[in-house]
């Protein structure tokens, strides 16, 4: 009996090893599985996965690659990362290297500035952008003169000429709503800054313009002066009495608000200067006594504008501001000097001024172009500063008028004159130009460089980059909130069983 128990537990051990044993793959079912449509249909599935992972890689380099003036879209409402017209004229136009030194930290890199650095040197191959990290490079600064530096500041070179940007200059703070409203816009102002310094390292002759002095003239304020300078402009005084002629490097000569009139001798200096090439820019309020600036006027009348008496009141008050029908927003007609003006929608205020008439029967040499004009409706107060009332009286003189007026000569020699005169000091004024926004001194700096035949460097504007947040009533959050958390949902979701029954039903 123990024996025959013995054989039965020996034949179940080998019955549990048979079952354990694995099976020998069958290698021919195993190669033929590579011929099989599944196969060949899933190798292929990989092979695409792998080729489009590829492509996209590549073409992630290669955009990566691009320039970001090339990849990047403005859709800001100021346009803070586009660059303007003037300086791809500028910059594109190089033909020396340009090397902009870019003094920061490593970490502290200004976004808005590396992404116009990035821009400068994407319109062309003279301009390059190299990184000095200051505690890297501690002594750098030195050698241009500079006793430190802070972060965000560039040194601009070309040759031997070089200039800085500041980074406190890159910025600019509007405060005049700041006691009303408690707010206050910030302008990024790198690009005018840039382009301007480029723009004097690169230059051979920067534009010189001589103030004229000796007849009580108003003086130009700091703000104006740093705004010329700011624009490569060189600026001298001048007095005629002390000369025999303009100097020759005068590029154009500034009238600003005489209160007295030119002699004999300097109306003949001016008319030769002017008759030679020379160029004048001229301001001047209405006078007090009617033959204050009788050589004066006799000098422009030769170019065909002469005053109109008294003082420009309007009658339409979508052309005067703060209540005042003497503080004139005159329209502003099409023009090199007034077209960025035109498309960005900024206003010029003169507060006081007298009109300027064009003669009907021009020399065929002269061109006069009108930059300013009043209204259908606006007048002239003979009574001039001793008015007594702003209305319409019998006797004043009906408008339209000009108030600032372009005027091109060809003279003789074939040189040509440009003129631009203003019938109006207030221009020049520091409040006036705040209240339009800077619109003023855009207007003064565009006619200089007109005048001074720099027209690439017209207005160049500063950028807001103040965030507008739109805000919403709690009655129309509410249904917003109603709209996407729930109509939107429902609607999805009936047109969902909708489809769905169709397609049980087919």
């Known amino acids: 009996m123990m024996f025959g128990k013995k054989k039965q537990e020996q034949a179940g051990e080998t019955r549990e090893k048979k079952k354990l044993r694995l099976p020998r793959p069958d290698m021919a079912k195993f190669r033929a599985g590579f011929h099989t449509r599944t196969f060949r249909v899933g190798g292929y599935s990989v092979a695409a996965a792998a080729i489009v992972l590829a492509i996209a890689i590549m073409v992630n380099l290669f955009v990566n690659a691009l320039p970001s003036s090339w990849t990047q879209l403005d859709t800001t409402a100021t346009g803070i990362f586009s660059i303007s017209s003037q300086t791809e004229q500028i910059v ?25 650095l990035g821009r400068y040197e994407s319109l062309s191959d003279h301009v390059s952008v190299v990184k000095k990290d200051p505690d890297v490079y501690p002594t750098f600064v030195t050698q241009y003169g500079l ?65 004229l002095t000796g007849h009580g003239e108003s003086s130009l304020s700091s703000d104006f002066e740093a705004a010329l300078e700011k624009e490569n402009v060189e600026i001298e005084e001048l007095s005629l009495l002390t000369v025999e002629a303009v100097p020759e490097d005068a590029d154009c000569i500034l009238i600003y608000g005489p209160s007295s009139d030119i002699s004999e001798t300097e109306l003949e200096l001016l008319q030769d200067y002017l008759s030679a090439g020379g160029n004048l820019f001229l301001l001047t309020d209405t006078p007090e006594d009617d033959d204050a ?196 949902p429902v609607v999805y979701l009936v047109i969902g069983i909708c489809i769905w029954a169709r397609r049980r039903r087919a």
């Open 293 to 488: 600036l009788t050589n004066l006027e006799t000098l422009m009348a030769d170019y065909g504008v002469t005053t109109v008496e008294g003082i420009v009141v309007e009658g339409s008050q979508s052309n005067y501001a703060y209540g005042y029908p003497y503080y004139l927003l005159p329209e502003l007609e099409s023009h090199t000097i007034t077209s960025p003006l035109i498309s960005d929608n900024y206003y010029v205020l003169i507060p006081i001024a007298q009109g300027l008439e064009i003669a009907d029967d021009l020399d065929d040499s002269l061109s006069v172009s009108a930059l300013l004009t009043t209204s259908d409706e606006a007048y002239s107060k003979v009574d001039g500063w001793a008015m007594t009332t702003y209305s319409q009286e019998s006797g004043d003189i009906e408008g339209p008028f000009n108030l600032a007026v372009a005027i091109t000569k060809t003279n003789d020699d074939e040189t040509e004159s440009k003129i631009v005169w203003v019938g109006s000091t207030s221009l020049l004024d520091d409040s006036t130009n705040t209240a339009v926004s800077g619109g003023n001194q855009d207007f003064f700096l565009n006619a200089v460089n007109w005048i001074c035949g720099q027209e690439s460097s017209i207005s160049i504007r500063s950028k807001s980059i103040v965030s507008e947040y739109l805000t919403i009533d709690s009655a129309s959050a509410s249904a917003m909130t109603l709209a996407v958390v729930i109509v939107l």
């Open 92 to 116: 594109g136009g190089l033909e020396e290297d340009v090397t902009i030194y870019w003094v920061v930290q490593s970490g502290s890199e200004d976004a808005y500035l590396e992404n116009l």
């Open 147 to 211: 006793d430190g530096a802070t972060n965000n500041d560039l040194i601009v070179e070309c040759g031997d000429r070089y200039t800085t940007v500041s980074a406190s200059d890159l910025y600019e703070y509007d405060y005049s709503d700041y006691y009303t409203t408690g707010t206050y816009d910030i302008s990024f102002a790198g690009e005018s800054n840039l382009t301007s310094a480029i723009s004097y390292v690169t230059s051979d002759d920067l534009p010189k313009i001589y103030v």
